[in-house]
């Protein structure tokens, strides 16, 4: 999907006729160099956490919607005190939202540039590289990070605030840039 903003880039005639590495398409109307590519407005880290936030937004209500239908509840009373307590197939459920986050991710990423909350926010993921559309495989890498990002204290996620190129280090392990896309 292309944004008009991005025809701002300017490209050589030769850059123009060449693919992408790894195949894919351009995150915009013309392919960038490497060069141009480092160029691109950079989003910072409260832009991307607001976008995080959405996308969070969004997987609660996955998650709710999935806790209604398979879990049941269970109230009991023990001298006077109630317990409320949930059961069903828990595990079977994390994992299933683990596999929907994951494909939502994966191909968001590498089809549209950006998850539906970092399109809210106007921003989009590319590859670091060439400026373009990330590869399915490249996609998941990042994803994967995201876990890693956020086991250390969300350590990960917080390091693109200080980073020069503003990467946390999802991007870094994925080789991604998340830019400005409006």
Excluded at 22 to 46: I, V
Excluded at 50 to 67: H, K, Q, R, T
Excluded at 115 to 142: F, H, N, W
Aim: aromatic share 10%; glycine share 10%; with cysteine.
């Amino acid at each position: 999907m292309a944004d008009s903003s991005w025809s701002q880039v300017p490209v050589s005639a030769s850059a123009a006729t060449q693919p992408p590495p790894g195949g894919g398409s351009y995150a915009f109307d013309s392919p960038a160099s490497a060069a141009q590519a480092s160029a691109l407005p950079l989003a910072g880290f409260w832009i991307r956490f607001v976008g995080l936030v959405v996308d969070g937004i969004l997987f609660y209500v996955v998650n709710l919607i999935l806790s209604t239908v398979f879990l049941s509840t269970a109230t009991t009373t023990v001298d006077g005190l109630t317990i409320t307590t949930r059961t069903g197939p828990t595990g079977l459920i994390e994992l299933v939202l683990l596999l929907l986050e994951l494909a939502y991710c994966t191909w968001f990423w590498s089809n549209q540039g950006a998850t539906l909350g970092q399109m809210v926010v106007g921003i989009k993921v590319v590859d670091a590289e060439s400026g373009g559309m990330l590869r399915p495989s490249q996609a998941v890498i990042r994803y994967f990070g995201y876990i890693i990002s956020g086991i250390p204290i969300l350590l990960g996620f917080i390091w693109a605030a200080f980073d020069p190129k503003k990467q946390g280090w999802m991007d870094k392990i994925a080789g991604t840039l998340v830019v400005k896309a409006r």
